[in-house]
């Protein structure tokens, strides 16, 4: 059967099988004690094959529901793993992990992902074009978002009369951030893909009840694999000795978001570098537009820990620092390997200065 023809290919097969393999190796581990940390890095490779799943299984929606409502759906979706695991460690009490997750999030994404697709693109390719009205749209909603979530820290630092309501303030602002996204959803649904994507987007090769499906269990096995994942978080962070905030600023943070990993940078390598950047981009807006606010709300609703957005200081610097270079870097309308390679090195500096908590 030709390669066009078939159902399943070669990386379906390996996403697939690894899922199914790991989702084993976690649960034996999990309710065998195998050790902490044999649970977590089999656990935590698990989600990230998860959310690779989630990926794929919308990707093979096609555009069956629209161009733009697919890249809606692919981050939200894509999103899904890191929702779980937040909140089954607010269910935990580790709200310092899930604050440093979330801005992890967006540093991977920002930093360590668009580095890694602006370096492999530009090494293979030369200076890559990445002006699109849809990519500085996006930048430009990233910094308002991120300045949003940083409000109540401010706040809190220079003791202004909001300091002492931080809970209120936390939750008025999730609120509207909520909004502001349900407000620019419309132009995202509507929106078509670059030229580059448009011509070299392929047709689904799963049928639409194989794909929803596919997208259904994935979905629920992320959900019982980020409980297991949870579960051994704490106790391999001790025998490790690492920090809750390293553990959430890049372990957590990038097993959550393999999906952007994976197909940013194959989208740069393949030339495609608008489409690459709006795919990554996407991610860290709808953490600072939706997941960040829904768990401000959810914490409360479900009697967890209540998640509040008051980050530490090197926190908000440090997500503040990445938006506002990214915002430099896209001004200009260009990417090459040099920027990716200084985007990398600013994401190990940064990464480096949470080792220690």
């Given amino acids: 059967m030709s390669a066009q023809h078939r159902v399943f290919i070669r990386s379906d097969a390996i996403i ?30 698990a989600v990230a094959l998860l959310a690779a799943l989630v990926g794929r299984s919308v990707e093979q929606l096609g555009d069956r529901f629209g161009a733009g409502a697919t890249g809606v759906l692919q981050s939200a979706l894509g999103n899904l793993p890191e929702l779980f695991i937040a ?12 604050q440093a997750a979330l801005i992890g999030s967006i540093l991977a994404n920002l930093l360590l992902v668009l580095g890694l697709a602006f370096t492999v693109g530009g090494l293979r390719h030369g200076t890559q074009r990445i002006d699109s009205q849809r990519a500085r749209a996006t930048t430009v909603l990233m910094l308002l978002a991120v300045a949003s979530m940083v409000v109540p ?13 931080e809970d209120t303030l936390s939750l008025v602002v999730a609120v509207i951030l909520l909004a502001l996204f349900a407000a620019t ?14 011509e070299q987007h392929d047709p689904p090769r799963w049928p639409l009840p194989l794909a929803l499906a596919m997208l259904v269990t994935s979905a629920v096995a992320a959900a019982f694999v980020s409980e ?20 959430g600023l890049v372990i957590v943070a990038i097993a959550g978001n393999a999906v952007e990993n994976v197909v940013g940078i194959q989208l740069a390598a393949k030339n ?19 997941l960040a606010p829904a768990l401000v709300i959810l914490s409360r609703l479900f009697g967890y820990t209540p998640l509040t957005l008051v980050f530490t200081p090197m926190l ?41 908590g």
């Fill in 272 to 290: 495609r570098s608008e489409y690459a950047f709006s795919v990554v981009i996407n991610s860290p807006l709808q953490i600072a537009l939706v």
């Fill in 316 to 356: 908000v610097v440090s997500v503040a620092i990445a938006v506002l270079v990214i915002a430099f870097i896209t001004f200009d309308g260009e990417s090459d390997w040099g920027e990716g390679v200084s985007l990398l090195a600013l994401y190990a500096i940064l990464a480096t200065a949470f080792w220690w």
């Fill in 87 to 98: 909140l089954f460690a607010l269910k935990a009490g580790l709200v310092m992990v899930v």
């Fill in 153 to 165: 820290s401010l706040a809190s630092y220079i003791h202004t009369p909001a300091a002492p309501h």
């Fill in 185 to 198: 959803l419309p132009a995202s649904l509507k929106a078509k893909p670059s030229g580059d994507a448009a």
């Fill in 16 to 45: 697939l099988g690894g899922s199914a393999l790991l989702i084993i190796a976690a649960g034996i581990t999990r309710f065998a004690h195998a050790g902490a940390v044999l649970a977590f890095l089999c656990s935590g490779l």
């Fill in 228 to 247: 297991w994942f949870v579960h051994a978080l704490e106790p391999a962070m001790h025998t490790l000795k690492i920090s809750e905030v390293f553990a």
